[in-house]
């Protein structure tokens, strides 16, 4: 549930940018700094994600939880690059 909240939360900036957006502008900081923060968001996002896939796939790891990489910093760094990856676009548009 807690999830659900979080997720609307973070998903409401691409609901309300494409409400109040202008599209007739210019390239400003603004959008370069989204597009920073996008680029960051996915690579985090994927690199969370392929450590993860590495880490079931080894059989050794049968019953352990991932202690390594992102996952050390974060229990869920895939959800955090997804969000990271959201306030980029609100930043962009």
Not at 32 to 49: P, Q, R, S, T
Request: charged share 15%; with cysteine.
């Amino acid at each position: 549930m807690l999830q659900a909240v979080f997720m609307l939360v973070v998903g409401s900036s691409a609901i309300f940018t494409s409400i109040y957006s202008d599209k007739d502008q210019d390239i400003f900081v603004q959008e370069i700094l989204g597009a920073v923060i996008f680029m960051i968001g996915f690579i985090c996002e994927v690199v969370a994600d392929l450590q993860l896939y590495f880490f079931v796939k080894n059989k050794n790891n049968r019953g352990r939880i991932i202690t390594s990489g992102l996952w050390r910093y974060s229990r869920h760094p895939n959800y955090f690059g997804e969000a990271l990856l959201w306030w980029g676009v609100y930043l962009i548009a």
